[in-house]
């Protein structure tokens, strides 16, 4: 996978097309979760449950089938399961599974939400530490998903501590939090800034996890609003403060990457642009929740206008995902 230094695909195995296909799907296949779940989000935000449901189920449906590979990968494939678990990449895994628990709570489903968070939280320090170990300078946008997990399950955590009143885990949600932008500002050390220019899409992420930090920190502000007492005055002045500069650094990286984007045309299809679809509907969230958060309606407007180009992304992309799937089956099929 250009951009994301994936693993060479594995040689073809008897089977269906349909079957070795699937086989060569790299660990990077799961920002497609993301970018669905975090679209679902987007529309939920701005009152569009139909079309937020929709895209729900799609992304719960990818995860099932993500989830059961990665499962049957880990116990017949013990070997290439290791190996892609040192990928930047298999953090996908972390940060769509919080993505989702996240969009299911705000359905009231807090236990499967819950089950969600839990199973992020141990998938979490186990891929991560396994990812760090193979850090080294020069890296694609995929490095800053170290952020991206982490700050995914502060952003659950706290939707789901002000949605059951639980003060430790907004705590824990907020000690998250800062631990992410540490992270971020070591990946941000070790991201090839060249990766703007050349990237195969997943350099968005960069911009992508700032974003999601906003929206964690819109989250924790929700969670105190709510009664909880969390922190004293001057703790909630500063969250504030960092909520707002971390939104306003996230729409700057989207206007330099959209720009890199007209500047530098990368047309080709690449599974790498469903990392591109996720910070987009990341931004647009996170825009709408600060919004509500710091009580800034103002911010509503280009959050809203934000979601529909993520949506006009998703489609695209998921056109040219289906288009290459198809041009893929077509080429293992017997003749």
């Not at 989207?254 to 990368?266: F, G, H, I, M, N």
Request: some cysteine; aromatic content about 8%.
């Amino acid at each position: 996978m250009p951009g994301s230094h994936a693993l060479p695909s594995p040689a073809p195995s008897p089977g269906s097309p349909l079957h070795v296909w699937w086989a060569q799907r790299p660990p990077a296949a799961g920002a497609a979760v993301m970018a669905t779940g975090v679209l679902s989000i987007g529309l939920h935000l701005t009152g569009y449950d139909v079309l937020s449901r929709v895209t729900l189920a799609m992304a719960g449906v990818a995860w099932v089938a993500l989830a059961a590979d990665f499962i049957v990968r880990l116990v017949r494939k013990r070997e290439r399961w290791l190996t892609e678990a040192g990928m930047p990449g298999a953090l996908n895994a972390v940060a769509a599974t919080t993505v989702l628990g996240t969009r299911v709570s705000t359905l009231g489903r807090h236990t499967l939400a819950e089950a969600l968070l839990a199973l992020a939280a141990v998938l979490w320090p186990v891929l991560l530490v396994t990812v760090v170990r193979q850090w080294r300078r020069g890296m694609p946008g995929v490095v800053f998903l170290c952020c991206v997990a982490t700050q995914g399950l502060a952003v659950q955590g706290a939707v789901l501590a002000e949605a059951e009143a639980v003060a430790w885990l907004a705590h824990t949600a907020l000690v998250l939090f800062w631990l992410g932008l540490v992270l971020y500002g070591v990946a941000l050390a070790l991201f090839d800034l060249r990766q703007v220019a050349e990237g195969a899409g997943d350099q968005w992420v960069a911009g992508g996890a700032l974003a999601i930090s906003a929206l964690a920190g819109a989250g924790l502000l929700a969670a105190d609003d709510g009664g909880l007492y969390l922190w004293n005055a001057d703790d909630t002045g500063v969250l504030r403060t960092v909520t707002v500069a971390l939104l306003v650094l996230a729409l700057a990286w989207y206007a330099v990457l959209l720009l890199a984007e007209v500047r530098w045309p990368r047309p080709r299809y690449d599974m790498c642009r469903w990392a591109t679809v996720f910070p987009m509907g990341m931004t647009a969230a996170a825009t709408l929740s600060v919004a509500a958060a710091v009580d800034v309606p103002s911010l509503k407007g280009p959050g809203e206008v934000l979601l529909w180009v993520a949506a006009a992304a998703w489609l695209a992309v998921a056109v040219a995902a289906l288009a290459a799937a198809r041009v893929s089956l077509r080429s293992r099929a017997p003749r």
